[in-house]
């Protein structure tokens, strides 16, 4: 999307360990017990503030208490106390400040942003160097967060970073053109090598990096930013842009590669002049989350929003939701979070309306209280809390977890008691629903421990839940 340049770059424990999620599709594990709240699946067509499943005893989200309201399918169990909050910003969620920003170890962040050069990584055929990645989420995971990466071919401004091997074929011609202002470089996809690199490039990565914690989400696109537009400068499809045929062969392709990390396009896609979506809406089915790089930009509502409702309203119930704070104007930036609003619209409700787990919001420790940047990005994502906790020694427990938040969580995570994990996915939790989660372990003590035990983290994070249970 047309923005300005941004001219500086700027007793509760928690399971760590490497686990098997499926946000590229797939069966998701279940209990093995249906029992009353039902089984929420991805699905559904829910929104934040939605109905509580049937058989929720306690919707309004209060304190249990004593023996009172145990439900009958549980008549032999206890119930435990339990009392938690909600201490910092969940991990895989939140604003994003890019990783070479002198605040990113500051303040309350879960996830750093960086683009990447595919010419840093390849510059041989068939060679591939992947020491600078593996540089930068080491970096990023030292603070205790994850990375969002985006690589990228065309800067405003900047050579492109196509390989030097390709660029030195007789079939490769670069073209040379302005893009606000600026001398920027276009890569050429009528190269067969081009394209061919392309594809070889992301299923190499995917096969190195699909499993890696150090990694959350994944953004993706062609043109100017990699955010799937040449709004100023030489546009021709199939040349300085890839063709639609070729386009539709990588975004089916993605999937197959990229089984455990969910990947994002710009909603730009959705305009017919750059993608092959409107053309062939069988390439919606394709799982793939969506980002908005001028979030709260004054026509939102209009441009933006129509782009969003292209891609489908629901499309966050299996894949993520993110953006950036428009650039359109330096009042965008400067007011975007103002607890009052901006252009008649405040942050927390359009986070709300659009399902968004993450936004990149480098400039924001300038203009902005980290207290109110904590509290944004605490209006993000999934949020999950602990109805109820009952434990049958002997048996197991029983454990009633719902997700106040706007978005679900897009790595598995499972509820654990002494240890033990439940079989049913948190990833499969929609905003407003509840589940009863049945673990069962007979050795489960007396004064249990309870945990939320997700395999996609790094050192030093951890899932909290809220919790009131007398």
């Keep these: 999307m047309k923005r300005l340049f941004l001219a500086a770059l700027v007793a509760i424990a928690v399971c760590c360990t490497g686990g098997t999620d499926i946000p590229g599709g797939g069966p998701r594990p279940s209990d093995d017990k249906e029992l009353p709240g039902g089984d929420e699946t991805p699905g559904d067509d829910e929104t934040p503030g939605g109905d509580e499943t049937p058989g929720d005893d306690n919707p309004g989200g209060g304190s249990q208490s004593g023996q009172e309201n145990i439900p009958e399918e549980f008549s032999g169990y206890s119930r435990v106390p339990l009392t938690s909050a ?61 990375a969002v990466i985006r690589f990228r071919y065309t800067y405003v401004g900047k050579s492109c970073a196509v390989p030097d091997y390709i660029k030195a074929l007789p ?69 300085t842009f890839p063709s639609k045929e070729f386009q539709a062969e990588f975004i089916q392709a993605m999937p197959g590669w990229f089984v455990h990390t969910p990947w994002l396009i710009s909603i730009d896609a959705a305009d017919g ?37 292209f891609f489908g309203s629901d499309r966050y119930v299996g894949s993520p939701a993110g953006g ?3 650039y359109y104007e330096d009042y965008d930036q400067k007011h975007c979070l103002d607890p009052a609003g901006i252009y008649g619209r405040k942050f927390e409700n359009e986070v709300a309306k659009f399902h968004l787990t993450f ?35 002997g048996a197991g427990a029983a454990v009633l977890v719902s997700n106040k938040g706007v978005a679900p969580i897009y790595h598995d995570a499972f509820v654990e008691v002494d240890g033990v994990r439940g079989g049913y996915d948190l990833r499969s939790l929609l905003p407003g629903k509840s589940r009863w989660i049945v673990i069962d372990n007979p050795s489960v003590s007396g004064t249990p421990s309870l945990a939320i035990a997700c395999d996609r983290l790094v050192q030093g994070q951890k899932i909290e839940f809220e919790a009131d249970i007398q």
């Design 359 to 393: 936004i990149i919001g480098n400039d924001q420790p300038r203009y902005q209280k980290w207290s109110r940047i904590k509290e944004a990005s605490m209006s993000m994502g999934y949020r999950f809390r602990v109805e109820d906790f009952l434990v049958e020694e």
């Design 273 to 309: 002049k750059y993608s092959p979506f409107p053309s062939t809406p069988a390439l919606l089915d394709v799982r793939f989350g969506v980002f908005d790089d001028s979030f709260m930009c004054e026509e939102h509502d209009k441009y933006n929003r129509k782009n969003w409702n």
């Design 171 to 239: 079939d490769y011609e670069e073209t040379k053109g302005k893009s606000e202002g600026r001398t920027t470089y276009f890569p050429d996809w009528r190269c067969s090598e081009l394209r061919r690199f392309h594809m070889e490039f992301y299923r190499l990565f995917a096969e190195r990096y699909d499993q890696d914690p150090r990694l959350a989400f994944i953004e993706t696109g062609f043109g100017l930013w990699a955010e799937y537009h040449i709004y100023d400068g030489p546009f021709i499809l199939g040349r």
């Design 324 to 326: 950036e704070f428009s």
């Design 86 to 146: 909600l201490t910092q910003v969940q991990p895989m969620t939140g604003i994003v400040l890019w990783t070479d920003s002198d605040q990113v170890a500051k303040g309350d962040l879960q996830l750093e942003f960086s683009y990447m050069l595919y010419s840093d990584v390849c510059k041989e055929k068939d060679i591939y160097d992947w020491s600078v990645v593996d540089k930068l989420l080491a970096r990023v995971a030292s603070r205790g967060h994850q």
